[in-house]
């Protein structure tokens, strides 16, 4: 066996397949010859000046730091390696702590002795000159020479810390992970990763409040004025009408209520429903409130581009992964509508009747 043949994860894979044919099946024995073959393949590395060509995948940033007072940064990236830099200014993204770049950035260069991929973070400021926000650097000789890397026929994605030499603390983060291609392999198709992030799409939220149940009466007298207010954004938050004199906590509205969303969406998407006591002369009272997970539904409609519908049909979808508590939080009692279940502060069960659905916009 010449352990210089076992140099890629495709004659790895075709040696377990001889092994196995042979009735060697024991994993200790493959892993022992695989290590051989990498400290072999190293040395000789080692050794010689190997060309490659290196593709960065840069995907998001989250939680970068600001450096603009009262707003959050507009960041962009500057990578470098070597002699070679990428500079993205024209593309920074306004008030932006979580940006999306999704971008190829790619480099040649020559191991062992390969110059260290420098990825920078700056706020875009037009008046005043732009501002480091942080920087990490990625070190390609102890990737390119690490035979578990090596092996690895899909990259893992790094999440990198950022630093400013101002402090010791992160400045946020940047995903990426990156490919290392030799120049010299023969008859080697070079795999390019597209990562062009989904294009944002336009949907509607149609909701028809019902009625209640147990809703707890706030006011003086034993009766409330109890509306619900609903919202998947803070932004856009909508009232129905007002159940005046509701003494025994079943008020009925029947209101419709639409919500406009885009998706994909970086955070999961909720519908919060709080009950209020409406009060002419004073501030309103909050009573209680229920949480809709509604990200399974808009998923099926963002990828199917059919309407979607919070309705018996989709309960084991919905319950799927559910602790058993979870579970009863929701009641399909029939085909089109969904009780929905909080507690109150006495632990009484509290329920709102909804019609829910999602629309995909043309």
């Not at 290590?35 to 593709?55: F, G, N, P, V």
């Not at 024209?90 to 991929?117: C, M, R």
């Not at 309407?307 to 559910?322: D, I, Q, V």
Request: net charge negative.
């Amino acid at each position: 066996m010449d352990l210089d043949e076992l140099t890629s994860q495709e004659s790895l894979e075709l040696f377990k397949l001889k092994l196995e044919k042979m009735g060697i099946t024991e994993p200790a024995i493959f892993e022992f010859i695989k290590d051989a073959s990498y400290d072999e393949m190293i040395k000789k590395q080692l050794l010689q000046q190997t060309q490659c060509k290196i593709l960065l995948y840069v995907l998001e940033g989250y939680d970068f730091a600001s450096r603009d007072i009262g707003s959050f940064s507009d960041p962009y990236l500057i990578i470098s390696c070597g002699t070679r830099s990428f500079n993205e200014r024209d593309n920074y993204l306004l008030d932006e702590p979580n940006p999306e770049f999704y971008k190829l950035f790619e480099f040649t260069a020559a191991f062992p002795g390969a110059p260290q991929i420098i990825i920078e973070a700056y706020d875009y400021d037009e008046l005043f000159g732009d501002d480091l926000i942080g920087k990490t650097a990625i070190d390609l000789d102890d990737r390119f020479f690490n035979g578990d890397w090596q092996s690895m026929e899909e990259k893992p994605i790094e999440h990198r810390q950022i630093y400013h030499e101002s402090t010791s603390l992160s400045q946020g983060v940047v995903t990426c992970w990156l490919d290392i291609e030799q120049s010299n392999k023969a008859n080697k198709e070079e795999k390019i990763w597209d990562i062009t992030p989904e294009p944002k799409k336009d949907y509607e939220i149609r909701v028809c409040v019902m009625e209640t149940k147990n809703v707890p009466c706030v006011d003086w007298e034993g009766l409330s004025d109890v509306y619900i207010r609903a919202y998947c954004d803070d932004k856009d938050k909508k009232d129905t009408d007002t159940h005046f004199r509701c003494s025994d906590g079943a008020a009925s509205f029947n209101w419709r209520l639409k919500f406009d969303v885009q998706g994909p969406r970086k955070d999961e998407l909720q519908l919060v429903l709080q009950a209020w006591d409406f009060d002419v002369f004073g501030s309103n009272d909050y009573i209680c409130e229920w949480v809709v997970d509604l990200d399974k539904l808009f998923n099926c409609v963002r990828q199917s581009q059919q309407p979607g519908y919070y309705n018996r049909s989709f309960k084991t979808l919905l319950e799927a992964g559910m602790k058993p508590e979870e579970k009863n939080k929701y009641q399909f009692n029939d085909d089109e509508t969904i009780w929905v279940t909080t507690t109150g502060p006495k632990g009484e069960e509290i329920k709102i009747k909804l019609d829910i659905s999602i629309m995909p916009k043309d």
